[in-house]
């Protein structure tokens, strides 16, 4: 009986060190950094060149494209090219 009130009490104490998780807090400042230009997030045509130049670059020892909350602009009546 001592051991599993000891189980519990621990269980209990790790628990409230860990402080659970806040679901409304921001993400890391670090996840929100991002390598897009901002004329390529408000410009369907910068983000078309934007993706055609990545597409085109051969280098395989670059850094990946980190987007943060950003994304690429796009227009429902431009046509597709």
């Known amino acids: 009986m001592m051991r599993t009130c000891l189980a519990i009490a621990t269980c209990v104490a790790l ?3 860990c402080g659970g998780g806040n679901e409304d807090a921001p993400p890391a ?3 929100m950094t991002s ?3 901002n004329v390529a ?4 045509d910068a983000a078309t060149g934007l993706a055609t130049s990545i597409a085109s670059t051969t280098n395989e020892t670059g ?5 943060g909350t950003d ?3 796009s227009s429902e009546t431009a ?3």
């Open 29 to 31: 400042a670090s996840a």
């Open 71 to 73: 994304a690429l602009a």
């Open 79 to 81: 046509e597709p090219r």
């Open 63 to 67: 850094e990946p494209l980190r987007t």
């Open 41 to 44: 997030t408000r410009d369907p």
């Open 35 to 37: 390598d897009l230009p």
């Open 15 to 17: 628990v409230a060190a």
